[in-house]
């Protein structure tokens, strides 16, 4: 949702703003499933799965912060 909120910003600085929040909650994402796992909520197998997902993610987003940034990411 920040992506297509910051998206429809004026400037590429305010939509790379919007990447960097996407970014922060990606790795709360990563937590939640951490915490997940742990708790029982989900197996072994569910967690690998969800946290590759999450790391093609954060890839796909970093080379999007990168295009619109204009220089390599944090």
Do not use: H, W
């Not at 400037?11 to 990606?26: H, M, Q, V």
């Not at 709360?28 to 796992?37: D, H, P, R, V």
């Not at 197998?45 to 590759?52: G, K, S, T």
Request: glycine share 10%.
């Amino acid at each position: 949702m920040n992506i297509a909120e910051g998206s429809g910003r004026k400037t590429a600085k305010d939509f790379l703003n919007f990447l960097y929040i996407s970014r922060g909650f990606l790795q709360e994402t990563k937590y939640q499933l951490l915490l997940s796992k742990d708790l029982g909520y989900i197996n072994d197998q569910v967690y690998e799965e969800l946290i590759e997902r999450c790391y093609k993610i954060g890839r796909l987003l970093n080379g999007l912060i990168n295009v619109i940034g204009g220089k390599k990411s944090d």
